[in-house]
């Protein structure tokens, strides 16, 4: 079992910046692929970015594309998104999401993530 513990969301202008942070449980974090997902009310979660269990890999969805960055540090079992010149549209919650031990690649399918977090709100004002 793991668990996941989003942080750092909060409210911030259209053109600011946040930095999220997902920690992890568990002695097998460096082997599961981790990706962070969001879901605005009324929508579908929606992939965002993902990054593979050694970190040399990354997705990311076109809409965050050369906005928001995705790394994990695996000696203290943390996935971040660095989210800057944020715009009203990103304005959601944001999961963290991890597909498992032992599945190191990073997928964008949310159907391939085993464990979530609780998730974290971020409210960009215009």
């Known amino acids: 079992q793991v668990q996941l513990v989003e942080s750092g969301g909060g409210l911030v202008q259209a053109g600011g910046s946040l930095r999220l942070s997902c920690a992890a449980s568990?002695?097998?974090?460096?082997?599961?692929?981790m990706g962070w997902f969001r879901q605005a009310p009324g929508k579908e979660r929606e992939f965002v970015a993902a990054?593979?269990?050694?970190?040399?890999?990354?997705n990311s969805a076109d809409s965050v594309k050369g906005r928001f960055t995705i790394s994990r540090d695996n000696a203290k079992n943390t996935v971040y998104l660095q989210m800057n010149s944020l715009k009203p549209e990103d304005t959601a919650v944001y999961y963290c999401?991890?597909?498992?031990?032992?599945?190191?690649?990073?997928?964008?399918?949310?159907?391939?993530?085993?464990?979530w977090g609780q998730g974290t709100q971020v409210t960009v004002s215009s």
């Open positions: 990054i593979s269990g050694s970190g040399r890999s990354t």
């Open positions: 568990g002695r097998t974090f460096s082997s599961s692929a």
């Open positions: 999401a991890s597909r498992g031990v032992g599945s190191g690649s990073p997928y964008t399918s949310k159907t391939s993530y085993v464990y």
